[in-house]
């Protein structure tokens, strides 16, 4: 939360409200050693999530009883198989897979939803405070109390995982933006294109949306190591993924019951959950920098 805090502080800021050249961002992102590993690991991260079906060794589904709860290093699995003989490294693939997929949809969805409350209340100031206190009343919810409610409605899986992180996500990016739009509003290119007749959705999409992406595009990067993390603890809990499917969460959740005769079987989907979640983490905080006229050397 400390990081997110720190977008909203850099776009409130003037400087922050443009949009830096791509290579020259990139090139400040990658200048610190920490900041280029964490972009390298976001890379394969995102590559073996996108190509788990053809990087997996066997079928996610396939059960080899025979070889159940096998320590990694055995008869080839490198990492072990589950309880129910399943590879390990099968099972992670496909439970990154997941996870991302339901990271990336919770922050796409809930993104576009709270971008449109925060440039409608930034742009239109008599349902400004009615939008703003609406947003507060959902930060005072929890994202797993929203997986709760839903749940109980809907039922558990993916969709509803989805759905819950999705709402929980709109109000922060509504306040992220409002700040953003409102100093964007201020800037002299705004009057004069008011002063050519410009429609309010074309001001919007031309001249206020483009200039606020840099602080959204650093939120939207941040808040994706934590929807991960609340995805997974949703499914931990038994809401999100059921079974057979692979989740991280839900892989976790099944490898509890087997901590004392095969802790890898819940310490390896962890560990990698640790992974995704400093990796996005990290490559947020570079971007904030990067992005950031303010901090560059």
């Not at 190509?51 to 070889?67: G, K």
């Not at 840099?214 to 949703?234: C, D, E, K, N, Y």
Request: some cysteine; hydrophobic content about 60%.
């Amino acid at each position: 939360m400390a990081s997110i805090n720190s977008a909203a502080a850099a776009a409130a800021t003037p400087v922050a409200a443009s949009m830096p050249k791509r290579p020259g961002m990139l090139k400040r992102l990658l200048r610190e050693p920490v900041a280029a590993i964490a972009f390298v690991l976001v890379v394969l991260l995102i590559g073996a999530a996108v190509f788990a079906p053809w990087l997996a060794p066997t079928d996610p589904f396939d059960n080899d009883l025979a070889n159940a709860m096998a320590v990694p290093g055995t008869d080839g699995l490198l990492l072990g198989a589950d309880s129910q003989g399943r590879n390990m490294i099968t099972r992670l693939l496909h439970g990154l897979r997941i996870t991302m997929m339901m990271g990336m949809a919770s922050v796409l969805l809930g993104g576009l939803a709270g971008a449109l409350v925060g440039f409608t209340a930034a742009f239109y100031n008599r349902i400004d405070g009615l939008l703003m206190r609406l947003m507060d009343v959902l930060l005072s919810f929890p994202a797993i109390l929203f997986g709760l409610a839903i749940a109980a409605i809907f039922g558990p899986g993916v969709p509803a995982v989805v759905l819950a992180l999705s709402v929980a996500t709109v109000p922060l990016m509504a306040r992220i933006v409002r700040g953003a739009a409102l100093v964007v509003m201020r800037m002299d290119y705004i009057e004069a294109a008011r002063s050519t007749g410009m429609g309010d959705v074309r001001l919007i999409l031309h001249h206020l949306a483009p200039n606020c992406l840099s602080p959204i595009f650093v939120f939207a990067t941040l808040r994706f190591g934590q929807v991960i993390l609340l995805g997974s603890a949703l499914s931990f809990l038994g809401l999100g993924a059921q079974p057979p499917l692979a989740e991280l969460g839900a892989m976790a959740s099944e490898g509890r019951n087997f901590l004392f005769f095969a802790p890898h079987i819940a310490v390896i989907p962890c560990v990698l959950i640790f992974v995704v979640v400093l990796a996005f983490n990290v490559l947020g905080d570079a971007l904030r920098d990067a992005l950031d006229p303010r901090l560059r050397s």
